[in-house]
């Protein structure tokens, strides 16, 4: 069974048209991190949600915003997109315990991924 | 600057060898190591996951850990084509911090 859901799978969009991609997850994380990926690279954090608490990457362009209305649903924003946002774009979760300053996260779980072009 | 480096291969080893994958991290404190196959167009799955000097084994699979040299590998053996894929290495930081870095991953090639 699906635990992290990414829709759509594959989003074509134009220039500059702003797109959402939506993931969510049946494993009650408190965790959720967007990954930007591009060919041969690494996937990249633009962001991450700690419950409720919104943690931006210093270098995520104001581009991309992302919202979390409850724990199971995170969705991504990319306003307006450029040729250079075309990628994979990765949700993933984890369940991450401890005190502020022993926080230890647990594995984390990938969803399958939507592949963004932009024409 | 957090680092984990990894070389970015192709590694081609033939079918029923021992494929060897290595990664190097800068954070001496870091306390958990993960390796994540990646098929391309796919996304992440993890295989391996090790906490404590020394070696763990899955199946095919042993992730082998030495923190004083800060250094993690993944070693599958009996290699089959079907392990051909993007290795990722990925560790968390230290001093609370719950996010990994990534290395960019290394290529296996397994050839019949």
């Known amino acids: 069974d699906a635990m992290v859901i990414q829709n759509p799978r594959y989003q074509v969009t134009q220039f500059g048209k702003p797109v959402t991609l939506s993931c969510s997850q049946t494993?009650?994380?408190?965790?959720m991190y967007w990954y930007q990926q591009k060919s041969s690279q690494a996937p990249k954090l633009l962001f991450h949600?700690?419950?409720?608490?919104?943690?931006n990457e210093a270098d995520t362009p104001d581009n991309f915003q992302s919202r979390r209305p409850n724990t199971s649903f995170c969705f991504l924003d990319i306003r307006s997109p450029g040729l250079g946002d075309a990628a994979m774009y990765l949700c993933?979760?984890?369940?991450?315990?401890?005190?502020?300053?022993?926080?230890?996260?647990?594995?984390?779980?990938f969803g399958p991924g939507t592949r963004l072009t932009v024409l | 600057q957090k680092e984990v480096e990894q070389n970015s291969g192709p590694l081609s080893v033939p079918e029923g060898a021992i494929a060897s994958l290595n990664c190097t991290y800068s954070?001496?404190?870091?306390?958990?190591f993960f390796w994540y196959r990646q098929y391309s167009g796919k996304s992440p799955e993890l295989i391996m996951f090790?906490?404590?000097?020394g070696d763990k084994e899955d199946g095919r699979f042993t992730a082998q850990l030495n923190k004083a040299s800060q250094y993690v590998s993944l070693l599958i053996r009996d290699s089959q084509p079907s392990d051909s894929a993007t290795y990722l290495c990925a560790v968390p930081s230290a001093g609370g911090s719950y996010i990994p870095t990534f290395g960019r991953g290394t290529s296996l090639i397994v050839h019949p």
């Open positions: 954070d001496r404190g870091s306390q958990s």
């Open positions: 949600y700690y419950d409720k608490d919104f943690n």
């Open positions: 090790i906490y404590s000097n």
């Open positions: 494993l009650n994380h408190n965790v």
């Open positions: 993933a979760t984890s369940r991450v315990a401890g005190l502020a300053a022993t926080k230890v996260a647990d594995t984390q779980y």
